[in-house]
Nanobody, 123 residues
């Protein structure tokens, strides 16, 4: 069973840094391939928005709100994806969700989501 588990969220002061990590389990071995991996966030009363996305080959794209402050990376051997967040602002406060597009030989491509991790930036 494929599962995504996020960790690393917490409370940080404005201007600080934080790293969130997502581990994909149940998608190793033959018949599985983890394609694009992404982070999204959702603040109270707002729509979920893209933070960053990274392809299997390492090509990355960022949401406008975080470009230049956040860096996404992944480890294909460990099936993990991280976001290093710097120069954090109170408006970065949100629940951060990990997403992965996973190819399964008997299913095709399917998107999976984690449960989210809370990031709170105090002013």
């Amino acid at each position: 069973q494929v599962q995504l588990v996020e960790s690393g969220g917490g409370l940080v002061q404005a201007g600080g840094s934080l790293r969130v990590t997502c581990v994909v389990s149940g998608a190793s071995g033959s018949g599985f391939s983890v394609a694009g991996m992404s982070w999204y966030r959702q603040a109270p009363g707002k729509r979920r928005e893209l933070v960053a996305t990274i392809s299997r080959l390492g090509g990355a794209n960022y949401g406008a709100a975080v470009r230049g402050r956040f860096t996404i990376s992944r480890d294909n051997d460990k099936n993990t994806v991280d976001v290093q967040m710097s120069s954090l602002k109170p408006e970065d406060t949100a629940v951060y969700y990990c997403s992965a597009d996973i190819y399964q030989s008997d299913v095709g491509y399917k998107s999976y989501w984690g449960q989210g991790t809370q990031v709170t930036v105090s002013s």
